[in-house]
T-cell receptor, first 116, second 112 residues
Framework: GEEVAQTPKHLVRGEGQKAKLYCAPI?????VFWYQQVLKNEFKFLIS????????ETGMPKERFSAKCLPNSPCSLEIQATKLEDSAVYFC??????????????FGQGTRLTVV | KNQVEQSPQSLIILEGKNCTLQ??????????LRWYKQDTGRGPVSLTI?????NTKSNGRYTATLDADTKQSSLHITASQLSDSASYIC???????????FGGGTRVLVKP
């Protein structure tokens, strides 16, 4: 597709429930990134993929967060046993090449997760 | 401490006026510096991308500057329009790795 598509737009989960977010990157883009945006606009890097391989997962809270990018499927970010502090907007971005080369990263519209 | 600090946090300007947003960073070395515009409820959209060796880059009414000596960047908006109301985010790409480091953003409100 011509844009990064994220689903769902909104997600409400009770504390302790599982949440799963999806991202379809732009066709032909090899790199996928997940960011968490909490209040005050702070973006926190979670994880990046090069095709289906994890490229950098230094931002992932590994106890409850997991992510996958499988061939011919949307990428996914899953949160087991959600906590109130997980409430945020989760953005997915994709780029054709490594962003260190100055390649543009295109962001999706985000999924707003509210944990109640 | 955040490695990318932006000022002011928010700004109100009248339509047609110019404004300048500031970004101070400590990320070093870095490969590129970006300015993004984020409308409410939307994802960020790239305005400019500058490598560490560039001093200025324009995109229509948006002009970004970079001073690597003082570790400062600015985004100048000329002849503001109501549609410029958004958050503007300064983002750095470290030289190592493949991830972006975001500033806290400046929220701009353009009033008629």
């Amino acid at each position: 597709g011509e844009e990064v598509a994220q689903t769902p737009k909104h997600l409400v989960r009770g504390e302790g429930q599982k949440a799963k977010l999806y991202c379809a990157p732009i066709k032909g883009h090899s790199y996928v990134f997940w960011y968490q945006q909490v209040l005050k606009n702070e973006f926190k890097f979670l994880i990046s993929f090069q095709n289906e391989n994890v490229f950098d997962e230094t931002g992932m809270p590994k106890e409850r967060f997991s992510a996958k990018c499988l061939p011919n499927s949307p990428c996914s970010l899953e949160i087991q046993a959600t906590k109130l502090e997980d409430s945020a907007v989760y953005f997915c971005a994709s780029s054709q090449l490594q962003t260190g080369r100055g390649t543009e990263a295109f962001f999706g519209q985000g999924t707003r997760l509210t944990v109640v | 401490k955040n490695q990318v600090e932006q000022s002011p946090q928010s700004l109100i300007i009248l339509e047609g006026k110019n404004c300048t947003l500031q970004c101070n960073y400590t990320v070093s070395p870095f490969s590129n510096l970006r300015w993004y515009k984020q409308d409410t409820g939307r994802g960020p959209v790239s305005l400019t991308i500058m490598t560490f060796s560039e001093n200025t880059k324009s995109n229509g009414r948006y002009t970004a500057t970079l001073d690597a000596d003082t570790k400062q960047s600015s985004l100048h908006i000329t002849a503001s329009q109501l549609s410029d109301s958004a958050s503007y985010i300064c983002v750095l790409h470290k030289a190592a790795g493949n991830k972006l480091t975001f500033g806290g953003g400046t929220r701009v409100l353009v009033k008629p």
